[in-house]
C-alpha cells in the first residue's frame, strides 16, 4: 500500500485521467472529491464488497439450486453478517471514545 500525505486543497493523480482531491479535514472525517471520467466506477469499500456477495449469490444460484449450493449461501449471509457487526462495534468503540 502506498501512502501518501496531503493538505487541504492539495490533490493526487490516479492514472492519466482521476484526480483525489482532498476538500476538508473535520476531526477524525477526510472529505474527499474525486474528478473521473463518467464511465469510471466509484463505490465505498462495503459497497463495493457487497456488490460482490451478490455476485457470488448469484453464481452459487445459476450453478445448481440443490440443498448443498443452500448451505453454501447460508454460510456466507452468516459470514458477512458477523463482518458487518464486527465493522458496527469497532466504530460505535471508536466514536464512544472520542470526546
Known amino acids: 500500500m502506498l501512502?501518501?500525505?496531503r493538505k487541504v486543497d492539495e490533490s493526487?493523480?490516479?492514472?492519466d485521467d482521476i484526480v483525489v482531491t482532498?476538500?476538508?479535514?473535520?476531526g477524525d472525517r477526510v472529505k474527499i472529491g474525486?474528478?473521473?471520467p463518467r464511465d469510471t466506477i466509484i463505490l465505498r469499500q462495503e459497497i463495493y464488497?457487497?456488490?460482490q456477495d451478490q455476485v457470488k449469490i448469484q453464481e452459487l444460484?445459476?450453478?445448481?439450486?440443490?440443498?448443498n449450493t443452500f448451505e453454501q449461501l447460508r454460510k456466507l449471509l452468516v459470514s458477512e453478517s458477523e463482518n458487518e457487526e464486527k465493522e458496527e462495534n469497532k466504530e460505535q468503540g471508536k466514536?464512544?471514545?472520542?470526546?
Open 61 to 67: 444460484l445459476a450453478k445448481e439450486t440443490e440443498p
Open 12 to 15: 493526487l493523480v490516479l492514472g
Open 3 to 5: 501512502v501518501i500525505s
Open 22 to 26: 482532498i476538500l476538508a479535514i473535520e
Open 49 to 51: 464488497q457487497a456488490v
Open 34 to 36: 474525486i474528478a473521473a
Open 95 to 99: 466514536s464512544e471514545d472520542t470526546p
